[in-house]
């Protein structure tokens, strides 16, 4: 596996400089750069497409969180670790679906054990399924749906949709077969023309088919991964979402 980017944001040089050492010392890692403020590290994002972000909350220009939201919907997998001196704002950081919450001063094998899950997570290593959703009569997906775009119309059907998802601002449809369909409406509108005993709003950034789930595993600290039939694409599940999920399948 190629290293995995790294993107570090602190108005801190010196903790910058002690975060580079830190990824510096787990395997597997490269720094791809590093921002002093909000506004840089959104450009680096969008230059460098990194897959991790290192983040402290207090920035001048956007905050962290601030920071987070666009990146969520630029692109949702990117692993966010927040490393703040204020414990204040976990409670913001995981609205955003932050992978880890780091308090500054560091404990450093606290850090390096947060990279590594990163790294397994990433490779997808050590995923250990969820205990099986019990067993449901699947649920008929009928009907097509419309599809306004800067191509024109397309008419897709309902059952052979598998995962929507927000991608670079815009909402993506991806279907069996590899088809894959940009629209400029909201995720939100998206969800209101699926049928609801089909299609579940499982996070801030994604909708996904219950008929094609395959199986969920954990991710970060209250957030899980779930995979689909027919499809490399996957998608997160918040814990309140799995929860919901549970007593939808009982």
């Excluded at 108005?11 to 750069?33: C, K, N, Q, S, Y």
């Excluded at 008929?140 to 309902?158: C, D, Q, Y």
């Excluded at 969920?216 to 979402?241: M, Q, S």
Aim: some cysteine; charged content about 25%; aromatic content about 8%.
């Amino acid at each position: 596996m190629d290293p995995i980017k790294v993107v570090i944001a602190d108005d801190d040089e010196g903790m910058r400089l002690i975060e580079r050492r830190m990824i510096a010392r787990v395997e597997g890692f490269t720094l791809a750069g590093e921002a002093k403020d909000g506004d840089e590290l959104l450009a680096l994002v969008e230059n460098l497409r990194p897959q991790v972000v290192f983040l402290d909350v207090e920035m001048p220009g956007k905050t962290g969180v601030e920071c987070a939201k666009v990146i969520q919907d630029t692109d949702p997998s990117i692993v966010m670790i927040f490393a703040t001196a204020h414990d204040q704002y976990m409670g913001d950081a995981f609205e955003v679906y932050a992978f880890d919450y780091l308090l500054k001063p560091f404990k450093v094998d606290r850090v390096i054990q947060t990279l590594e899950r990163a790294r397994d997570r990433i490779g997808h290593v050590n995923d250990a399924p969820l205990p099986e959703l019990p067993k449901a009569q699947p649920r008929p997906a009928t009907g097509r749906l419309m599809l306004r775009h800067k191509e024109g119309v397309s008419f897709i059907n309902m059952s052979d949709i598998l995962l929507v998802q927000r991608e670079e601002r815009s909402t993506v449809i991806y279907t069996a077969g590899g088809g894959r369909y940009v629209t400029g409406d909201s995720l939100g509108e998206t969800e209101a023309r699926l049928d609801p005993a089909v299609f579940f709003r499982c996070h801030k950034s994604y909708i996904i088919n219950l008929n094609q789930i395959s199986n969920i595993t954990p991710y970060g600290r209250w957030t899980y991964v779930v995979r689909l039939n027919g499809t490399n694409h996957d998608a997160l599940i918040t814990h309140e979402k799995y929860e919901e999920l549970e007593q939808m399948f009982s």
